[in-house]
């Protein structure tokens, strides 16, 4: 860590030097230990030893930001260089500012040290767990690892932020598999701060290790209608983030374009949905503790009992639209659980699907959302009636935002976040 | 550009494995004005250096962040390492490659850098010309993106060489709002493989087709959606492409393959009409470079192209060299990385179907009711060979004609059913390769196609 301090303060001191009086840095060095399997067995074992420099400067309101692997005294005085001539020609622009000094921190999480043989000893154990009770999926890749990173960020207003993190990151590939025949790909993981318990019990990997064995089966569904969709918790999110994109993000209010611009307070979706970002949550693996801005994280609730909270309001988009910049640039979703269970809401359903996960792009400012249903089943009278192919879901994400049936009482948390099974309604339901 | 530090640590490779030891590179430059207001304008450059180990049938693989002859040494201690812990605990049938030329790949041009300053000083021209004649709009945005990379590589049995892979893009995004005041947004990438000054020394050449641009969207914010279901389309050669990527290309990459892709059973089977076929192109097709040339692959074997699709019958697979020796294949130089800390994975280059002989024109005039779908943003592929992809601007065809302009809409199908409906290829090539495929690593790859009609799954409402 002095290493890193020491370059920071170099930096420091040589931008000081060069008359820059607005500045912020981050000096960072990591080890990344991977373990990877193809096709049931293992293949590689990889160690990344990586190292980063970035500077941004502000110069009479113009803004530059540089970035570099060379941490050497010859590397370090270049990214300097390049930093202070990189804003020449931007424009200048009030709003580019850094964050006011929030004094020195110091923030330890997660589990330090790589431990290859148990992380070994763990994926053989999964392996071993999946083929045992889910003879029909294949397991294509597996990438397991080891992260330790330390960061040093400094800025010119006297913030000085260390943190030490550790974690371990597991990652899935799998399909159902029966002969030639086999299903689309599935995902699973999570994020670990600790390897105290078997890898099939965390995150969804259980729950989608079923569901591809499942989904071997399919049918086309031969019409399209307006129906109910059960999204899964990894489902839900995806759908979650698409609203925040086209709708919340910094780029869409800067513009002008996002169609929630001037509806903080206002309610915009169900009452049933509360959602925030909570990078300070225990249940978050190594969140965030300090934004890119420089501010000190906070949790930020985004819509509560349907209502318009926030926006991802970043400091330059703050003092550009004169709106509050909220502290927190870490994505870590926690959606507040229902009181119905799951099996309820999937006997509310009268023809609809439940859907793991959607192929689609990313809707736009529209919030139009159009693409392929991925490991989906269909629904009627109220039962899982079996697994479809080739079905397409279309809609707009404000619509169905506001048309929320069910929140489910269960959760699913993967050390990123935790998010219950949500029902939407007014989903158009395209088959073959 | 890499000072050549490596050449002498050949002495330092285990006798008993394959090993490659690569120094890498990735310059990145990036400006971002939106509505003038600038948002982004950076650069970065990361360079290291890595070793990759095959061993006892598992591979050992490490890297550094630093391009000295300390971190060469380090790093091969360490993917030997990595090897000798995974073949320690777990067996794998060693496979023995087949042998690959040992040659010296030539440098194949140059990186040169811009000054922020300029790449500034474009982006501005060209959002001042979008603001001044085309008041329509509701938002704008300008983009300068440059990603470009620097191998050089020594192999224990294979091909050493130097490749340079600049490329550089603008992108313009313009927004304007349709009727009942919902967005309407059109983008596009000018630019491609090689320098700033060859690309955009004059700015001013992109002003026509921004102004096509903007004719289009405001067609679009007239559009409508089109009508959900099973259509009879013509997919314009960027969508060709697109589908030659991502429905086919992803499906028939070796370690996909292995996993149960559905290009598994049907090799040497017809998988499309015979009036399609697809290659992977390395470094030139039709007599001029593609555009993202490949010379040498990161496990060094030589690039050559690699048919896949040839006349509707599957013919062949992408490997590494390590997939290659389990199929009794040749590698082509299909195993790429993206950064010094990314071990070389199965990608894909220039993956194009090939034109065929029909005009553009008599394929619309061709179809009663149906659409012609020309522009994308995005698409992804699963093992089943299902495919979608995002269209971002089309038109209606009624009776042989061209008619109203689409809203944003996906496409969908299963690839292997889809390519037999094909009933005419136009006799031109479009090609892209503004963007990053997604596989474990990003990678930059090009795409191309001819304009092609077929029977299709569209979304709509």
């Known amino acids: 860590m002095q290493k890193l301090l020491n370059t920071a303060d170099t930096v420091r001191r040589r931008l000081t030097r060069a008359g820059i009086d607005q500045f912020a840095c981050t000096a960072a060095e990591s080890e990344l230990n991977e373990l990877n399997t193809e096709n049931g067995e293992f293949s590689l074992l990889r160690t990344v030893f990586d190292q980063d420099l970035s500077v941004t400067v502000i110069m009479n309101g113009k803004k530059g930001s540089v970035h570099g692997s060379d941490l050497s005294a010859e590397g370090v005085a270049k990214l300097c260089d390049d930093a202070v001539s990189s804003p020449q020609n931007a424009p200048e622009d009030a709003a580019n500012a850094i964050a006011p000094g929030e004094g020195r921190r110091r923030f330890v999480s997660g589990c330090p040290d790589a431990d290859n043989p148990a992380l070994y000893d763990r994926l053989r154990e999964l392996k071993e767990a999946a083929a045992a009770r889910y003879p029909l999926v294949h397991i294509m890749t597996v990438n397991a690892s080891h992260s330790k990173e330390r960061r040093v960020y400094l800025n010119s207003n006297g913030s000085v932020f260390e943190s030490e993190n550790g974690w371990y990151d597991i990652s899935l590939e799998f399909t159902g598999k029966n002969g030639d025949r086999v299903t689309g790909f599935f995902y699973s993981g999570c994020k670990l701060d600790s390897l105290d318990r078997p890898l099939i019990e965390c995150g969804d990997i259980a729950m989608n290790l079923k569901a591809a064995q499942e989904s071997l089966n399919t049918v086309s569904l031969p019409e399209t209608f307006t129906g109910r969709v059960i999204m899964t918790p990894g489902c839900a999110g995806q759908f979650i983030y698409m609203m925040i994109s086209s709708y919340l993000d910094k780029s869409v209010i800067l513009d002008g374009t996002s169609p929630w611009l001037d509806r903080i307070g206002e309610k915009v979706a169900s009452e049933s949905l509360s959602l925030s970002l909570e990078p300070l949550n225990e249940k978050t693996v190594c969140g965030e503790r300090y934004t890119y801005d420089g501010f000190i994280t906070e949790n930020v609730p985004l819509i509560e009992n349907g209502v318009l909270k926030n926006q991802m309001i970043d400091l330059y988009t703050a003092g550009k639209t004169g709106r509050k910049a909220i502290k927190c640039t870490d994505w870590s979703l926690y959606v507040r659980p229902g009181k119905t269970p799951y099996d309820e809401i999937v006997r509310s359903v009268d023809k609809g699907l439940l859907v793991g996960g959607f192929s689609g792009g990313e809707p736009g400012t529209s919030g139009d959302f159009s693409g392929v249903a991925k490991n989906a089943f269909y629904i009627e009278n109220g039962k899982i009636a079996g697994a479809v192919n080739e079905v397409m879901i279309n809609g707009r994400l404000a619509d169905i935002f506001g048309s929320v049936t069910g929140v489910s009482s269960e959760t699913l948390c993967d050390g990123t976040g935790e998010i219950p099974w949500i029902a939407f309604d007014g989903i158009v339901i395209s088959g073959k | ?461």
Request: proline share 4%.
């Open chain 2, 1 to 461: 550009m890499l000072d050549d530090i490596l050449e002498g640590k050949q002495a330092l490779f285990g006798n008993d494995a394959v090993t490659v030891l690569r120094g890498h590179e990735n310059r990145t430059r990036r400006v971002s004005l939106l509505n003038g207001d600038l948002v982004t304008n950076t650069r970065a450059e990361n360079r290291g250096v890595n070793a990759y180990v095959y061993r006892n049938g598992v591979y050992g693989f490490a890297s550094a962040a630093e391009y000295t002859s300390a971190a060469a040494e380090k790093v091969l201690r360490a993917a030997s390492d990595n090897a000798a812990f995974l073949s320690a605990r777990a067996s794998r049938e060693t496979k023995t490659f087949c042998p690959v030329p040992r040659k010296s790949i030539p440098l194949n041009g140059r990186i040169s850098d811009t000054a922020q300053a300029r790449l500034i000083e474009t982006c501005k021209t060209v959002d001042a010309y979008i603001r001044e004649r085309h008041p329509f709009l509701t938002s704008r945005s300008v983009t300068y993106s440059e990603d470009s990379q620097d191998r050089m590589l020594y192999t224990s049995d294979a091909c050493s060489g130097h490749a340079v892979t600049p490329r550089c893009y603008i992108y313009v995004s313009l927004s304007a709002e349709t009727g009942d005041g919902t967005p309407a947004e059109l983008f596009k990438a000018f630019g491609g493989f090689g320098s700033f000054d060859e690309n955009f020394g004059d700015p001013s050449v992109l002003f026509p087709e921004i102004d096509r641009l903007a004719d289009c969207l405001k067609q679009k914010q007239a559009g409508v959606y089109p009508k959900a279901g099973m259509h009879t389309v013509i997919l314009s050669g960027e969508l060709a492409g697109m589908l030659a990527h991502e429905a086919v290309g992803h499906t028939v990459e070796a370690d996909l393959v292995l996993g149960g892709s559905v290009a598994g059973p049907n090799l040497n089977k017809r998988v499309a009409s015979e009036m399609i076929s697809l290659t992977d192109f390395a470094h030139t097709a039709f007599g001029k470079p593609v555009p993202l040339p490949v010379y040498i692959d990161d496990e060094g074997v030589a690039a050559e192209d690699a048919d896949l699709i040839r006349d509707g019958i599957l013919v062949g697979y992408m490997h590494s060299r390590e997939s290659a020796a389990r199929f009794g294949a040749a590698p082509r130089g299909n195993a790429r990385a993206w950064a010094y800390k990314d071990e070389p994975l199965i990608r894909m280059r220039n993956t194009c179907i090939l034109p065929g002989k029909d005009s553009l024109k008599d394929m619309i005039a061709g179809i009663d009711q149906g659409y012609y779908l020309i522009s994308t943003n995005n698409g992804q592929a699963d093992l089943t060979g299902e495919f979608m992809f995002g269209v971002t601007m089309g038109y209606e065809i009624s009776h042989g004609q061209l008619g109203r302009a689409l809203l944003d809409t996906t496409v969908s199908g299963i690839a292997f059913e889809m390519l037999k409906t094909v009933d005419a290829v136009s006799d031109r090539i479009t090609w892209e390769s503004s963007g990053f495929c997604g596989k474990k690593q990003i990678i930059p790859v090009g795409l191309g196609g001819p304009d092609i009609r077929c029977r299709i799954m569209v979304g709509g409402r």
